[in-house]
């Protein structure tokens, strides 16, 4: 937005003392609470929603009584500014934040104007968890009207409810509808012996799939004929398998998709996987590359969180030692954890017909445990957990991974069944080299974990220093591991985790202190050979005397 657009804007607001739903302004001269700012946030946005404009103002350096213009020295440096976008975005639903921070030097002071967006349609947006509005000039918990009518957008606007014109019993699939009773009666036992009773359109009603006899996108999508998918045009009812290593293998799956579901996944060459972590034994763990619940939990969740209005296929690519599931949306959670603590409902689903209807036969579970459950299998196999990249507010990827990274993870996995989920996922963090945070760096040290697995640890990009006891452990489980360590093999294991910034003399001396350190003050290794030149060290209680 140009300065010209926002000077107008300000004076046209001040001029008209227009400050109200979608406009507040603050002094803010020096600095501002920034609790207060995600909690105008939450409001604005949602009162830009319901006015059904597309943004709304946070406007510091003026003062909110008589609107003049007073300048603010707020985060004055631009970096510091921007980094609010994140912070606000780490607390609110699906990561929102600021569509832009604007800076105008006026004559009388540096005005700050923050752009809102507004809401999602069906999704008012919290802080911290919780719903804000505007009472005069009060903030106030939002009320439950406000919520409600920003919820009912969705309801309003649920793609998988709508009536499909034309669309008659003739163009479902009579197999998918008798699979689609079995899985009725698994998922509501008491009601088996009546499902017998009911006919096609009564059942399909019950298992709310059409609307009073009429077909909707929700039973084209799952109960649909194989020809029938052109009927949800301009969406895709397709999902399509590609296996990645092989020019000729993939294979397009159409509706109906409670019959798709089990041939797609038969496409995957999910074979026997052998890998050893228990160092008592000779005899290997042996395993399906992937776990059957994983997989189907993966794609069913595709199938339901998919945004059919973006007119895009479901994709499962397989490579050799990994799956990708991608659906078109963003992921509804606020994020993976969030999804994996909260464990229960969601507020909101893109499609709560078809996710409603899919709960009815069994395909998902709404009680908000299907991808807590998914890292539980992953952890207890001692397998990698799932990766979820929702950096594309367009798509949404999830990797299963089907064989192990490294080792010594699993192993620390094995030793301590005791760890926390949330353990775990750190831990796979760093096995991974994906940044993570120094709180939860610090916890893995305060557990000894770091040394078991650590070859590179970084924190939002930057190298972590870790202590001398991390250096300390990891050197002897290398000696433990393999019955001695030659320089080489010391240097190859903690060369990668100092920072290339280091000129490579010092930090070939950090290393050589370290060892001498342990060799000459603690007495712990002692070096076999006695040769300096290429020394071989072993612990110092397994040398003969």
Partial sequence: MSEQELDKILSKAIAHNAENEIIEFKEAKESYDFDKIGKYFSALSKEANLKGKPYAWLIFGIEDKEHRIVGSNYRKERRKLDSLKKEIGDKTTNNISFIEIYELNKPEGRVIMFQIPAAPQGIPVAFEGFYFGRLNESLVALNIEKIERIRNQAIDRDWSRKIVPDATFDHLDKEAILKAREQYKKKHPRLADEVDDWDDALFLDKAELTIEGEITNTAILLLGKYLSHHLLSPAIGQISWILKDAPEGYEHFNTPFILTIDRTLACIRNTQYRYMIDETTLFPEEVFHYDEWVMREALNNAIAHQDYSKSSRIIVLEYNDHLIFDNAGSFIPESVEEAIHYNRPQRYYRNPFLVKAMVNLNLIDTVGSGIKKMFTIQRDRFFPMPTYDISDENHTEVTIHGELINENYSRQLKKHPELSLDDVIALDKVQKKIPISETEIQHL?????????????????????????????????????????????????????????????????????????????????????????????????????
Wanted: charged share 25%.
């Fill in 445 to 545: 040290r305060d557990l000894k974990l770091v040394a078991g697995i650590a070859s590179e640890l970084q924190v939002a990009g930057n190298y972590v220093k870790i202590s001398y006891q991390d250096y300390k452990q990891m050197i002897l489980d290398l000696i433990t591991q393999n019955g001695s360590a030659t320089r080489e093999d010391i240097v190859n294991m903690i060369m990668p985790t100092l920072s290339p910034d280091i000129p490579i003399k010092k930090r070939q001396k950090k290393i050589a202190n370290i060892v001498t350190k342990l060799s000459t003050r603690e007495q712990l290794i002692k070096n076999s050979t006695n040769s300096d030149k290429y020394p071989v060290w072993i612990h110092a209680t397994k040398i003969e005397r």
